[in-house]
């Protein structure tokens, strides 16, 4: 598989398992891009954000963990869930991974805050 085409299925791959975690947490993990409006809608003042974004580049610490998060599901131990994960090629995604022109904008983990009104 082309490395392009790679990039394409692990863009893909990332963003199923975004949906696979949502489904077992129940929650809508895409609900913080709204931040600090909710915060204001709650009448906190002073409000903002801020956010980190996961950078995966090949051959990093990052990208090691990155594809034992796509192994794992493929471990034995784990309970046959049909249709919870994609196939993907597990060796494309190590070269890929491993690949120092590899680079990826993963998830983004974001802070948000306000204070309340004081009572005069």
């Not at 299925?9 to 409006?37: C, K, M, N």
């Not at 906190?44 to 996961?54: I, N, P």
């Not at 610490?61 to 309970?79: D, H, K, V, Y």
Request: charged share 15%; proline share 9%; aromatic share 6%.
């Amino acid at each position: 598989m082309p490395e392009a085409a790679l990039a394409q299925e692990y863009g893909r791959y990332a963003a199923h398992l975004i949906d696979v975690a949502q489904r077992i947490l129940g929650s809508d993990l895409t609900w913080s891009r709204t931040f600090p409006l909710p915060l204001e809608e709650a009448g906190l003042s002073d409000t903002a954000t801020e956010g980190h974004v996961l950078v995966v580049c090949g051959g990093t610490e990052t990208a090691e963990l990155m594809e034992l998060t796509f192994a794992q599901p493929a471990q034995p131990a784990q309970p046959a869930q049909p249709g919870l994960l994609p196939d993907v090629p597990l060796d494309a995604l190590h070269t890929l991974l491993g690949s120092p022109g590899f680079v990826d904008h993963s998830v983004t983990i974001t802070a948000a805050w306000g204070h309340r009104p004081t009572a005069h």
